[in-house]
C-alpha cells in the first residue's frame, strides 16, 4: 500500500509547505490538496481563510522533490476543462511528471451561492461531468479534440505541448453508481471517504462497471481516506467514531493498524491521511511520525 499525506489549505502557506517537506522527507507517497475556496465542513467558519489549489500545488511542484501531487478533488463545476487540462499539463512539466489530476462532480453550495456559479441538481452535475472528462482526456491525449456537448463545445482543439507522463493520470472521487460508470470508462485510480466496509461494497459496483464494458477492473486503482485521531483510550476512540460527519480512525496504533488492515482486505491501494485531526507545526510533525511508524509502515 502508499500512504499520502493531505495538507490543508486552511493553514497558513509557511504552514502548509512545512508539513508537505515533513512528509516527504519522512518518506510519504504523495500529497494532496482540496480544491475549495471557503470551508463548507460546518466544522469550521465559512470565513476561515482558505489558499486556492491550482496555485498552491504548482508552487509544491518546485518545493518538493519525490511526492506524487494530486487535487482531492477539482470541482468540475468552477473549473472549466479545457483550462484545467492545460493548467494539468503545466503543473506535470514544473513537477517532471508527478501530478495526478483529481476530479469530481462538485458538490459544496456555499462557495457556488457565494459566487453565482450554478451548481445544479445531481443529475445535471454528472451528466456535466461526464462531458468534461471526455474534453480532458481528448485534450491530454489527442492531436485535436472536437466535442458537441450541452456543456461544452471544442471545435479542433489543441493542447501542447502535451504532458511528461506519457498518460497523465486521472482520479475520479466519487461513490454513486452512475459515477462509477464514468470511473470505469476514465480513470485511473477512484477515490472516496469510507470505511473498510463501505469501500468494498462500492468497489464491487465499480467491477461490475468496468465488466459491463469490457474493462479490467485491475487497471483502477483504489484509494480513501479518513479522519485519524490517535489516541490512548480506545474504548473512548469508539465512541467517537460515530460522532463525525466523516469516516474516523481513532485509538491507539493497535486499533488504527486494524482499520489499515481492512482497507487492505478490501483491494485499497493508498491510504491518504489528512491533517485536520493532527495539529500545527511540531504536533503535526510527531503525530505523522507516529502514525507513519506505528501503524502503516507495516502495510507498505
Known amino acids: 500500500m502508499r500512504f499520502s499525506y493531505w495538507a490543508s489549505l486552511d493553514n497558513s502557506w509557511d504552514d502548509v ?8 522527507q519522512a518518506g510519504w507517497d ?12 460546518g466544522v469550521a467558519p465559512v470565513e476561515t481563510p482558505t489558499l486556492e489549489c491550482t496555485a498552491a500545488l504548482s ?3 518546485v518545493l518538493t522533490e519525490r511526492v506524487r501531487l494530486a ?12 483550462v484545467l487540462a492545460n493548467w494539468a499539463i503545466t503543473t506535470d512539466h514544473v513537477s517532471d511528471g508527478r501530478l495526478l489530476l483529481g476530479l469530481g462532480a462538485g458538490w459544496q453550495q456555499n462557495e457556488h451561492d457565494q459566487y453565482g456559479i450554478r451548481l445544479g441538481p445531481p443529475g445535471e452535475r454528472v451528466d456535466r461531468f461526464a462531458e468534461a472528462l471526455a474534453v480532458i482526456r481528448g485534450l491530454l491525449d489527442e492531436p485535436a479534440t472536437t466535442l458537441a456537448g450541452d456543456h461544452y463545445v471544442l471545435t479542433d482543439a489543441i493542447a501542447e505541448p502535451k504532458s511528461v507522463q506519457h498518460h ?4 475520479i472521487g466519487g461513490k454513486g453508481d452512475r459515477m462509477l460508470g464514468l470511473v470505469a470508462r476514465f480513470a485511473d485510480e ?4 469510507s470505511t473498510p466496509d463501505t469501500i468494498a461494497e462500492r468497489r464491487t459496483v465499480l467491477d461490475q462497471r468496468c465488466e459491463a464494458i469490457g474493462r479490467d477492473p485491475s487497471e483502477i486503482e483504489t484509494s480513501t481516506q479518513a479522519l485519524f485521531l490517535p489516541m490512548d483510550d480506545d474504548d473512548v476512540a469508539a465512541d467517537l467514531e460515530g460522532a463525525f460527519p466523516r469516516p474516523v480512525v481513532a485509538g491507539t496504533p493497535g486499533r488504527m493498524a486494524a482499520t489499515v488492515a481492512g482497507w487492505a ?8 491521511v489528512p491533517d485536520f485531526t493532527l ?4 504536533q503535526r510533525a510527531d503525530a505523522l511520525d507516529q502514525l507513519h511508524d506505528e501503524v502503516l509502515a507495516t502495510f507498505r
Request: charged fraction near 15%; glycine fraction near 12%; avoid cysteine.
Open 59 to 61: 508552487a509544491l511542484a
Open 71 to 82: 487535487s482531492l478533488v477539482f470541482g468540475i463545476t468552477y473549473r472549466h476543462p479545457a
Open 279 to 282: 495539529g500545527v507545526g511540531p
Open 30 to 41: 504523495g500529497v494532496y490538496l482540496a480544491d475549495h475556496f471557503m470551508n463548507g465542513s
Open 168 to 171: 497523465l493520470p486521472l482520479l
Open 190 to 193: 477512484w477515490n472516496m471517504w
Open 265 to 272: 482486505e478490501a483491494g485499497v491501494d493508498e491510504v491518504i
Open 17 to 24: 509547505v512545512d508539513g508537505v517537506r515533513h512528509a516527504e
